[in-house]
């Protein structure tokens, strides 16, 4: 099964930028065949789907909230998402995940109770001055 690690993450002011990385590993696995999505959970908050990277046709997904700031970008030869942070705001502080998630359908329909498949372990994000 797929494994995925997160790393990146840390204490920046509020109109900085962070780069999220999301390392795919497992026995012959390949970015090619998973489309990776990023989420969020900020404390006594829900989970947030934040974005997704589809491997079927390139296409990407943002949530409203981040929509123009973040970045999400893939490099297959490293097996690595990124999410690239941008104009960062004190409501982006929460633990991120990366996780498998097939069609990015849990990126868009987390409330509606969709899953994704696997998931990291998360990296924690702190915008304060």
């Known amino acids: 099964q797929p494994q995925l690690v997160e790393s990146g993450g840390g204490l920046v002011q509020p109109g900085g930028s962070l780069r999220l990385s999301c390392v795919l590993s497992?026995?012959?696995?390949?970015?090619?065949?998973?489309?990776i999505g990023w989420f969020r959970q900020a404390p006594g908050k829900e989970r947030e789907g934040v974005s997704c990277f589809s491997s079927n046709d390139g296409s990407t997904v943002y949530a409203d909230s981040v929509k123009g700031r973040f970045t999400i970008s893939r490099d297959n030869a490293k097996n690595t998402v990124y999410l690239q942070m941008s104009s960062l705001k004190p409501e982006d502080t929460a633990v991120y995940y990366c996780a498998t998630d097939p069609a990015c359908t849990a990126t868009l329909r987390l409330n509606e109770g969709y899953e994704p498949d696997y998931w990291g372990q998360g990296t924690q994000v702190t915008v304060s001055s």
């Open positions: 497992g026995f012959a696995l390949t970015l090619d065949n998973y489309d």
